[in-house]
């Protein structure tokens, strides 16, 4: 039986539940572990604690033997690889991110001052540079509860990631799909990571029946835009590819806070290529003043 530890969310749980039911569907018995993480505990904003709280919890019961199998979203790992591990993506649900707002509002028609949840700096320094009068207000909890400020009118809306609520059935509820040409997502946004002990041969070979090889080009060139601008996955870098015909397309971003600057480059080649053209994209936006931002974040 090949134990998956996954956060005991509710996302956290419906997202390792489908690779459980995957493996399943592949010809093996798997199942489900939870796995209590500091940031499970500790309702401090995630910016100031770290998303790493959750990954590094899942990599060390792994790595204990607690469980045989560690699903994370991948936008929350560290770019550079950890060999003690073997990684795949599977197939990838939706990049975007999406508005939730009262009475079926979208951003442009968000009123003067209305107040919008969000912590993350990437998201924040774009809904600067599009709406700076817009109030905007720091978020945490799982997604009901940061959907429930909405309901409660405690904020006008909130921003959050469509493949999160698409997990949970939730996607009817955004009010406004923002498209990556004028809101670009986290890097690897929507991809999941699937990890097991690289020398658990047994294991490696149940894990890459899940892998989709446009899943992991896309995430490999969003990723390292991320790894050569030597930014952190909370730092306001926004990327995202896609593949068609052979081909990548990727679309990159480096933001200031106060949303004063906004550099977005962009760049196609051959998919097989896709590292060196994320590296090759990072290094124009370098040119263009994006370390500045990245070091004043």
């Not at 009817?172 to 699937?194: C, K, S, Y």
Request: charged share 25%; hydrophobic share 45%.
């Amino acid at each position: 039986m090949l134990k998956i530890g996954t956060r005991g969310s509710k996302l956290a749980t419906t997202q390792a539940g489908h690779i459980r039911d995957a493996l399943i569907a592949a010809g093996y018995d798997a199942e489900l572990t939870i796995i209590t993480t500091p940031g499970d505990i500790n309702m401090s904003p995630v910016e100031r604690i770290g998303v790493g709280v959750f990954t590094q919890a899942l990599r060390e019961a792994m790595e204990r033997g607690e469980c045989d199998i560690a699903v994370h979203s991948f936008k929350d790992l560290p770019t550079a690889a950890d060999p003690r591990f073997h990684l795949v993506v599977p197939e990838r649900a939706h990049p975007m991110d999406v508005l939730i707002a009262r009475d079926g509002l979208t951003l442009a028609e968000l009123p003067e001052g209305a107040r919008v949840g969000t912590s993350a700096p990437r998201r924040v320094s774009q809904l600067r540079a599009k709406r700076p009068d817009l109030d905007i207000q720091p978020l945490r909890g799982n997604i009901d509860t940061r959907m429930g400020k909405v309901t409660t009118g405690e904020l006008d809306a909130v921003i959050l990631a469509a493949a999160g609520l698409a997990r949970i059935d939730q996607l009817g509820r955004a009010t406004d799909i923002f498209d990556p040409a004028e809101f670009l997502p986290a890097p690897a946004q929507g991809a999941l990571a699937v990890e097991c002990r690289a020398g658990d041969s047994a294991v490696v070979e149940a894990i890459d029946t899940l892998a989709d090889q446009d899943a992991t080009a896309a995430a490999q060139a969003e990723r390292m835009v991320l790894s050569t601008l030597e930014a952190g996955c909370t730092a306001p870098v926004a990327a995202y590819a896609s593949v068609a015909d052979g081909h990548i397309h990727l679309l990159a971003g480096v933001f200031a806070l106060d949303g004063s600057e906004v550099l977005r480059e962009e760049i196609t080649g051959p998919v097989g290529e896709a590292a060196s053209l994320g590296a090759e994209l990072a290094r124009v936006l370098l040119s263009r003043g994006a370390g500045d931002l990245v070091a004043r974040a």
